[in-house]
């Protein structure tokens, strides 16, 4: 589609006043009525986003000589990262741009580390749980790598047997996800773990969704099985800023055990006139502001304050727990973070969700088994009632509604 670029500009407060114009048809997540996609954890860590993000956003990470201010703050950020995740001394990372780019550079990097330990005579295969996210089939297209998806136990977690047997000569990673964003629960990394230590396979923890949040949780009391460095399988791991971390969107990061693992992940180059040229990520600019509204954004909280945060968020996900079973909902597994997904014997739940979406409700769906799915923030947690009294409403709709034949549960 084409678009005539304006003659003459317009003015900033026009300008201004038609983007809120614009924005009047989205999700009203400001209202608490999103459970995907945005993480609000109130209207202080957003003043903080904000304001640390413009400080810097001019700023170029792709330049740490120039802004030697960037290159601290990533540095600090990163090292609470691997504090955080039990990561030895002698770890490094990097900031990316979100989960996806984290997943890539980390498999980039695990097949750089089989091509030099092992012979590989393909491309190379990637081991995940069917609950892995989609960014490992993206990464694998682009590397020509195959993909080997293996069923998910009727707990809905990984299958470290089945995931054993589904490894060869030609495995670069076996993968499982703290937590799987379909369910929203920790695979058993510790048999991972054991599994990759046997077959001598990099294991990779996806816990962009759970790095930030699961090991708040742990010091609030609840029992956290082991899901990082601590297990000595754990290569590397993406663990997104943006979400749970609640930084401004841009920030993820992708930790590795040691620096020399990292160092598979660095692109060092130079074909051309502009001199040579050392990236550690896919991307050549690295926007500053999101690396400075991540080491304020951390700063601002600190471990008292995430703490506070993911409090709300795990006593929402258990009032929506209790309150859905109360309506004969089922909840998949046992949550322990942020994400919940329940389904219903007798009721089409996808009915249910579009009755919702009516009523305002944004959130997702999961396939196998159809589900209802909620990736809970800490402003959810006073709007957990209105949740409940919707959804009896909107069941009782769905009874009665067309059946939701060929509705197709979307993820973007
Ligand atoms: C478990 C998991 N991994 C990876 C990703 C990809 O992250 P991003 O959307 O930041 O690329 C997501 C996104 O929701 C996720 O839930």
Not at 314 to 326: L, N, S
Not at 331 to 354: C, N
Request: hydrophobic share 40%; aromatic share 8%.
């Amino acid at each position: 589609m084409l678009h005539a670029m304006p003659k003459t500009g317009a003015s900033w407060d026009a300008l201004r006043e038609e983007m809120i114009q614009r924005g009047s048809d989205d999700a009203k997540w400001r209202d608490g009525k999103t459970a995907v996609y945005v993480f609000n954890a109130g209207d202080d860590v957003a003043d903080v986003q904000k304001a640390a993000y413009t400080m810097y956003m001019s700023e170029n990470g792709l330049g740490p000589l120039a802004f030697p201010s960037l290159k601290r703050m990533e540095e600090e950020v990163i090292g609470m990262g691997l504090s955080l995740l039990h990561a030895p001394e002698e770890a490094k990372g990097t900031i990316t741009s979100g989960g996806t780019d984290s997943i890539t550079m980390a498999i980039k990097a695990a097949r750089e580390f089989a091509r030099s330990e092992k012979e590989l005579t393909g491309g190379g295969n990637l081991v995940l749980p069917y609950s892995a996210h989609p960014a490992f089939d993206k990464a694998a297209s682009l590397m020509n790598l195959e993909v080997r998806r293996v069923p998910v136990g009727d707990d809905f977690l990984a299958d470290p047997a089945a995931m054993a047997d589904a490894c060869d000569e030609q495995t670069v990673m076996l993968v499982g996800s703290a937590p799987s964003f379909p369910y929203g629960l920790i695979d058993d990394i510790a048999a991972l773990s054991e599994v990759a230590n046997k077959e001598g396979v990099w294991l990779h923890v996806d816990a962009c969704v759970g790095g930030y949040i699961a090991p708040f949780v742990r010091m609030n009391g609840a029992p956290i099985p082991p899901f990082d460095f601590e297990l000595p399988g754990v290569m590397s791991m993406s663990a997104d800023l943006h979400k749970y971390g609640y930084c401004a969107k841009g920030a993820s990061s992708v930790l590795f055990r040691s620096e020399a693992l990292h160092q598979h992940m660095v692109f060092d180059t130079n074909p051309w006139p502009g001199g040579r040229m050392i990236t550690p990520t896919l991307a050549g600019t690295r926007p500053g502001g999101a690396i400075s509204a991540a080491w304020a954004v951390m700063n601002y909280l600190g471990e008292e304050g995430y703490r506070a945060k993911h409090k709300l968020v795990t006593d929402a996900r258990e009032k929506i727990e209790a309150g859905v079973k109360a309506l004969g909902f089922e909840v998949l597994g046992e949550p322990q973070l942020g994400i919940v997904a329940f389904t219903h014997k007798s009721a089409d739940v996808f009915a249910v969700y579009r009755d919702l979406y009516k009523k305002g409700w944004f959130a997702s769906l999961t396939t196998q088994p159809p589900a209802l799915h909620l990736m809970l923030s800490p402003v959810h947690n006073e709007k957990t009632d209105l949740y409940l009294n919707d959804l009896a409403a909107s069941l009782k709709a769905a009874a009665d509604a067309k059946p939701s034949e060929g509705f197709e549960a979307r993820y973007s």
